[in-house]
Structures are given as structure tokens and as C-alpha cells.
Nanobody
Framework: EVQLVASGGASVQAGGSLRLSCTAS????????MGWYRQAPGNECELVGL???????NYAVSVKGRFTISQPNAENTLYLQMNSLKTEDTAVYYC????????????????????????WSQGTQVTVSS
């Protein structure tokens, strides 16, 4: 069974840091594109950052310089290191990719945001308080 499990969400104070993890099971990332999205209540689904098929990484302007995406070769986990957190970073965070068998798991964030991939994790809540 293929799965993506996002974890690491928590409540933190502004200025703090968190690291989110997205662990794949039943398949390997193997150079596939993948990314992190977030959705705050009443807001659109925002693509926070992504790793392209060629390994290059892009970030949303809103998080550039504060967030770092990584996917170590030896691990089947995608990370999102979030530093200098702001209250506006409060959202549910998701990771997404495509899986080799073509399985599809999507959600409301996929409906509202850039539809780059069709296999999504469940969300993990990040709450930043002032």
C-alpha cells in the first residue's frame, strides 16, 4: 500500500522553528518532483515550496529565506524546516507527489491550488502564536 504521512506540526510562538516530515511508504521518491502546500482557514491553498525532477528547489515568496525543503538521498522522507515562524504561517500543511502506480489521493487543497501532483498526505497543523 502506498502512503504519504506528514508529521511534525505543533503550536509554537512567533520566531520559533519547526521541522515537518513527510514519509513515504510503499514507494520511493526516486527523483520524483514533490512539494509542500499549506491552507489556512478561508484561504487558498498555497504551494510553499517544491523540489523539481532535476533537484532544483523553489519557494513561495512568503517563505523564502525562512523555510528549507530537503529530501536526503538515503531517506524516503521529505522535510520542511521552518524558521522565524510568523503568525501568518499558521495553516494545515500537506506534502504531495506522484506515485509510480498512479494511485490518486487528493483533497480540498488540491482542488483550490496548483495541481502539480495527485498523491497527497493528510494534513499536519502548524499554529504560530504571537
Amino acid at each position: 500500500e502506498v502512503q504519504l504521512v506528514a508529521s511534525g506540526g505543533a503550536s509554537v510562538q512567533a520566531g520559533g522553528s519547526l521541522r515537518l516530515s513527510c514519509t513515504a511508504s510503499g514507494f520511493t521518491f526516486d527523483g520524483a518532483g514533490m512539494g509542500w502546500y499549506r491552507q489556512a482557514p478561508g484561504n487558498e491553498c498555497e504551494l510553499v515550496g517544491l523540489i523539481n525532477n532535476d533537484g532544483t528547489i523553489n519557494y513561495a515568496v512568503s517563505v523564502k529565506g525562512r523555510f528549507t525543503i530537503s529530501q536526503p538521498n538515503a531517506e524516503n522522507t521529505l522535510y520542511l524546516q521552518m524558521n522565524s515562524l510568523k503568525t501568518e504561517d499558521t495553516a494545515v500543511y500537506y506534502c504531495a507527489t506522484d506515485v509510480p502506480n498512479g494511485a490518486r489521493v487528493v483533497n480540498s487543497c488540491w482542488l483550490l491550488g496548483p495541481k502539480l501532483w495527485n498523491f497527497w498526505s493528510q494534513g499536519t497543523q502548524v499554529t504560530v502564536s504571537s
